[in-house]
């Protein structure tokens, strides 16, 4: 069975997400959407962190852990249903990228409430753990890369330049339309290096373990 990658590029509240696979080495994008990993899709929702900074540290924490525990139901439905779908046309998807921001570890929530750049930084990496988990539990094995160490990255997998690297993402987006921005072009890259990783010796980020 063929094997397909999927990347991820989280903002908060939702993901773009892109599958690819390589024919006769060449990148070939299946499938993009974009998951949303809050049931509502609201401020509240969406900047967890900053509305559990207006909440008493009790009630707060229950909040964020119930929105993490969404997040993670939601990551992992998006990608079982990808799954699924690919297999019905024998295709087994079996890896996975993400796109990080600085990758930098966070403190205990009371200090994360009382630091404004912590909260910012807080609400990105529950959704990007969300996501983690759910290809974790769906069997894929998972890789990172931070976001600005992206291009250099592919450009010394793949032996391209960045400009020409852009340039082909962006043609495989044709077929599919609008969108097709740099969240779509992103997470195409990230999977594509995902599938080539194999035979590389590109350096990746592996995610922070994740908390029980």
Known sequence: MKQAAVGFRVHSGWAAVVVVWLEKGTPVVLDR???????????????????AEKMPLAEAREFVAQVQSEARQLAYRAVHEMQSSLENVEIKLTRG?????????????????????????????????????????????????????????????????????????????????????????FATLAAWLALTSRNTNTTWQKPKKEEN
């Open 97 to 185: 990228s993400l796109l990080l921001a600085s990758g930098r570890p966070l403190p205990e929530l009371e200090k994360i409430l009382a630091s404004h750049a912590l909260i910012h930084t807080a609400d990105g990496e529950l959704f990007r753990e969300a996501i983690v988990h759910g290809c974790k539990r769906c069997g894929l094995k998972m890789e990172s890369i931070k976001e600005r160490e992206l291009l250099e990255s592919a450009g010394r997998a793949l032996h391209l330049k960045p400009a020409e690297l852009m340039r082909r993402v962006t043609e495989l987006g044709k077929p599919f339309g609008s969108p097709w921005s740099q969240d779509e072009k």
């Open 33 to 51: 959407k974009r998951a949303h990993l809050v049931k509502t899709f609201s401020y509240t929702f969406r900047q967890p962190y900053h509305t």
